[in-house]
């Protein structure tokens, strides 16, 4: 969808229509099911809750993948208007593969999303090239190599930079790693109307600051954006005016939880990982269902996360470690089982209940991702967004693609 000179109806209609149906129905998409044992929606539409409970282990998992298809949700919500408003269009493909040894020490699933964003770059001549966030440089490197340019790799992490070093000069390729926080001030005196600056992945505040930067300076911009929860304001400021209008007209607060739920969607990982997701997340609504027991209050109680290899090895010593972060006191009788039983039986019915936050979380994403178009068209870029690879590749497959208007320059 390119934009035109500051204005691009196409997106400011996707805009619009996107902050209507997340405003109307946000009591439907808000609620996070494994907080509560009975939805807040529950009474105004049971029919919906019962059809989501009464679907079989093989609809959920085919729901799962792809929530908009044959969905059974759409006798109730506007399953077909969401689908057909992030029907967004694909960039242009990779010509061909790169060499193999340009992808050393880079991880499989990671070498093939630099191969698909790498095509995406439209540089100028006389441009100089920036990679934001670069941890190890993989991406400049490879653009370097890619487009025949010396790249400049912005990095705030030294002992990463002194890695990415290492690897350039191994591989003789032109990236001058610098230790930078692109956060800190003054940042804008090292890019201008000549720099085009690329970020794969980039991470909330991180790649907000960048379009803020750009907008400012005139820097090209190629960004997948990622992570939009990862902020430091409580409740979502929008970045254009435009957003910012439409959300006050409607009503739409967004919350970092909310963000949150826009980028949940994960490539299927192996059955192990996903057993142990599935055992995880049920011992934690026993958990659950044993502290509302204790403590009196029928509310949800959340408790740290733990990486899947450190989960004890039942769910009694789950419970033990969990009431132990919470300051809860047990006692030695319990009935470890019967609660363990209850949390896969609430779990069953949360993955179920949660397919209708499945529906909203690719609207919110393309929402805010129109947000951050629509900044830098309002600043007059030329500014055009889709996707740059497979889903799943990854299904942070977004990219934001903008230079200022010629007639702009110098803006």
């Not at 970092?256 to 599935?278: F, I, K, W």
């Amino acid at each position: 969808m390119p934009g035109q000179e500051g204005v691009d109806p196409q997106a400011n209609h996707l805009l619009a229509r996107l902050t209507e149906l997340l405003s109307r129905w946000q009591p439907l998409w808000r609620p996070l099911p494994f907080q509560y044992r009975c939805l807040p929606w529950h009474d105004d539409f049971a029919a919906l809750g019962e059809t989501l409970l009464g679907l079989s282990e093989q609809d959920v998992v085919r729901l799962q993948a792809n929530p908009f298809h044959a969905s059974p949700l759409a006798e109730w919500l506007p399953v077909a208007e969401l689908e057909a408003l992030v029907d967004l269009p694909i960039l242009s493909p990779p010509v061909a593969s790169l060499p193999r040894e340009w992808g050393q020490h880079v991880g499989g699933r990671k070498w093939s999303q630099i191969e698909a964003f790498v095509e995406q770059l439209r540089i100028k001549p006389g441009e100089s090239l920036v990679e934001w966030c670069a941890g190890k440089g993989h991406l400049a490197r490879t653009l370097a190599r890619r487009h025949a340019v010396g790249v400049t790799a912005l990095e705030w992490q030294g002992a990463l930079c002194d890695e990415g070093r290492q690897l350039a000069q191994r591989q003789g390729v032109a990236v001058d790693m610098r230790q930078q926080d692109v956060m800190a001030s003054q940042l804008e005196q090292a890019l201008s109307s000549q720099t085009h600056i690329a970020a794969l992945h980039a991470c909330g505040d991180l790649h907000v600051r960048l379009l803020q930067l750009a907008a400012e300076t005139g820097s090209s911009v190629t960004l997948a954006p990622c992570c939009y929860q990862r902020t430091r304001d409580e409740v979502y400021r929008p970045l254009s005016r435009r957003a910012k209008a439409l959300i006050e007209a409607h009503d739409l607060l967004l919350s970092r939880e909310d963000l949150a739920m826009s980028v949940q969607e994960t490539v299927t990982a192996p059955g192990g990982v996903q057993r142990s997701r599935e055992r995880a997340n049920a011992w934690r609504l026993g958990f659950d269902e044993w502290q509302r027991q204790v403590r009196g209050i029928d509310a949800y109680l959340p408790v740290p996360s733990l990486a899947y290899g450190r989960m004890p090895d039942n769910f009694a010593d789950f419970c033990r470690w969990a009431a132990q972060q919470k300051g809860l006191s047990h006692a030695t009788d319990v009935d470890w089982a019967s609660f363990e039983a209850a949390g896969w039986r609430r779990q069953c019915r949360v993955k179920r209940l949660e397919l209708v936050r499945h529906l909203f979380r690719r609207p919110l994403e393309v929402w805010l991702a129109l947000d951050r178009m629509t900044l830098l068209t309002e600043s007059g870029f030329d500014a055009e967004l889709g996707i740059f690879c497979d889903r799943e590749l990854t299904p942070r497959n977004l990219l934001l693609r903008a230079s200022r208007s010629s007639g702009q320059a110098g803006a």
